[in-house]
C-alpha cells in the first residue's frame, strides 16, 4: 500500500480537529518569525481560521505590510 492510497482511505478529520491543527501550526509559525527571525511579538497578529472546510489544501496565510517609522 502506498501512502497517498493510505491517505485517501482514512476518514476526514472533524472541524474541531481541523480548527485545533490551524491553531497550532499559526503558533508554530508565530514561535518561529519571533524566535528564529527576530520579528517583535507587537508584530505579530492572528486572524481567524475559516469556519469549516475546503476543498483547497491546509495553508498557513501570511500577509506582510510596510513597517511604519
Known sequence: MTLDSWIEQRPPL????????AQDRVSRVAAALLEEHGIEAGRITRGESPAGT??????????LHAVEW
Open 14 to 21: 472533524a472541524p474541531e480537529q481541523l480548527r485545533s491543527l
Open 54 to 63: 475546503t476543498e483547497e489544501d491546509p495553508v498557513v496565510r501570511i500577509q
